[in-house]
Each structure stands twice: as C-alpha cells, then as structure tokens.
C-alpha cells in the first residue's frame, strides 16, 4: 500500500485512484447522491490557475466539483486531514481570484 506526505494510505477503487481512503469514501458518498439526483455534473480533480499570467504557475486542484440541485450552485469540495500552510494560501487565492469558497470535507470538526 502506498503512502503519500501526510501518511494516507493511496488507495485505488473501482480503477479510480485516490490519495486517500477518505476521498475514496466520499467519492462514494458524492456517486450516491448523484445517483439521486440532489448533484449533478460530479467532477474530481478539477484544475484552477491561481496565478494567471505570472512568472511561474501556482495551481489548486479540488479533489471534487458538482453542482448542488437544489441550489443551483457549484460546489468546490476538499478532502482534508490536515490545513497547511500551502493548503490556506491557496484557499485564500481561491476567493480572491475566483471568488470561489471552499468546502472542506475534513475529519476534525474544531475546523472554521
């Protein structure tokens, strides 16, 4: 079984690799709900430049994306065990440039 930084197990499901069994799981939650039609348009590991047109590309790549049905909202989604510190700048460049708030799935709820 492979580890990656921060000592989660990389797990593969379905043929789909994660970096966690965490996000494995919650990909699992996230079809069912697709499934039942309260998302839509489901997406994982979705790209977002945080620092267009600048010397060198800082990237954030969501674990998930969807759209809430009954909203109409699009849904950023993190899987999380840990908030870095390179996790909250790019957190923080996410609102600023994209506007965009994220969700933290996360273990801990002492979190925000």
Same mark, same amino acid.
């Given at each position: 079984m492979?580890?990656?930084k921060y000592s989660?197990? *990389?797990?593969?499901?379905?043929?789909i690799?994660f970096?966690? *069994?965490k996000?494995?799981?919650?990909? *699992?939650?996230l079809?069912? #709900? #697709?499934k039942?039609?309260q998302?839509g348009l489901l997406q994982?590991? !979705?790209?977002?430049? #945080?620092?267009?047109?600048g /010397?060198h590309s &800082?990237t954030?790549i969501?674990d998930? !994306?969807?759209v809430?049905?009954i /909203?109409? *909202? /699009?849904i !950023?989604?993190?899987t999380k065990?840990?908030? /870095?510190?390179?996790? &909250? =700048? =790019?957190?923080? &460049?996410?609102?600023?440039?994209h506007?965009?708030?994220i969700?933290i799935?996360?273990l801990?709820?002492?979190?925000?």
């Amino acid at each position: 079984m492979a580890y990656n930084k921060y000592s989660n197990h *990389k797990v593969t499901e379905h043929g789909i690799k994660f970096d966690s *069994k965490k996000e494995a799981n919650r990909y *699992k939650e996230l079809k069912i #709900l #697709l499934k039942a039609g309260q998302i839509g348009l489901l997406q994982r590991q !979705v790209r977002y430049e #945080l620092n267009e047109g600048g /010397t060198h590309s &800082l990237t954030y790549i969501a674990d998930f !994306v969807y759209v809430d049905v009954i /909203t109409g *909202k /699009t849904i !950023v989604e993190d899987t999380k065990g840990y908030k /870095t510190k390179e996790y &909250l =700048k =790019k957190k923080r &460049l996410m609102k600023k440039i994209h506007g965009i708030i994220i969700f933290i799935n996360r273990l801990y709820r002492d979190w925000e």
